[in-house]
């Protein structure tokens, strides 16, 4: 039962560099969210996704982007990385119903970028 | 818009202490209240929920109670342990048509034997 799985756990970036943060989840939930968490800050929402093909922006989607072609994948994308974007990335399921289900997170993806 | 409140940390407490962590927040309407705890190197857990007033969520010796006259949801505990340290998030979720949490900014909570 591997609930929502994010890889990898550790990356480091060079400023300008791409990349794909992945997270894939098995438990057929068709809400799904990309967080960072910033020291002392809490959670921020990046986007999210309340099916496949459809995303939405969440309160700081500047520098990434997103797909969701299957119910089971949410990648998050880095076009030109920034210091600015050194975080944890947490990726979280939940399923469908009334406002408010809890939401199950993956254990994070340490980024940084120098 | 919604917001969280949450007492700010770090709180270092003895084995065996009584805990609460204060947590208060603002949203229209009937929004669930949630506690979820993060351990080192970790992802968020729920640790507990409440969906409506007067609601008490528990788990693991923790519990809160969802207050709609003075908008709370503290979380307490009887008698903490050395593997209650972890950082603790309060979160609200808001009602139908609106899937997102909004989350306090985490207390650290510290236990030492």
């Known amino acids: 039962n591997a609930g929502v799985t994010q890889t990898p756990k550790f990356r480091i970036l060079k400023i300008g560099q791409s990349m794909t943060l992945q997270c894939t989840q098995d438990m057929n939930h068709n809400y799904m969210y990309w967080y960072r968490q910033d020291p002392g800050m809490g959670l921020k929402l990046i986007y999210y996704?309340?099916?496949?093909?459809?995303?939405d922006k969440g309160e700081v989607p500047n520098g990434y982007n997103v797909s969701r072609s299957t119910t089971e994948d949410f990648p998050l994308r880095l076009e030109l990385a920034a210091p600015s974007q050194t975080s944890v990335y947490f990726c979280?399921?939940?399923?469908?119903?009334?406002?408010?289900?809890?939401?199950?997170f993956g254990d994070g993806t340490r980024l940084s970028i120098l | 818009g919604d917001s969280v409140t949450q007492m700010e940390g770090p709180v270092t407490l003895s084995e065996e202490a009584f805990l609460t962590i204060n947590c208060t927040y603002t949203?229209?309407?009937?929004?669930?209240l949630f506690w979820y705890v993060q351990y080192p190197g970790e992802g968020l857990q729920l640790l507990l929920k409440?969906?409506?007033?007067?609601d008490k969520g528990s788990n693991k010796g923790f519990e809160a109670t969802y207050r709609k006259e003075t908008t709370s949801f503290h979380l307490e505990k009887g008698s903490v342990q050395v593997s209650d340290s972890a950082v603790y998030f309060c979160?609200?979720?808001?009602?139908?048509?609106?899937?997102?949490?909004?989350f306090g900014k985490g207390t650290k909570l510290s236990v030492i034997p």
């Open positions: 409440a969906t409506k007033a007067d």
């Open positions: 949203a229209t309407g009937y929004p669930s």
């Open positions: 996704s309340v099916g496949a093909g459809i995303t």
């Open positions: 979280a399921s939940s399923p469908s119903g009334p406002g408010g289900q809890p939401q199950h």
């Open positions: 979160a609200l979720g808001s009602g139908a048509g609106s899937y997102q949490l909004t």
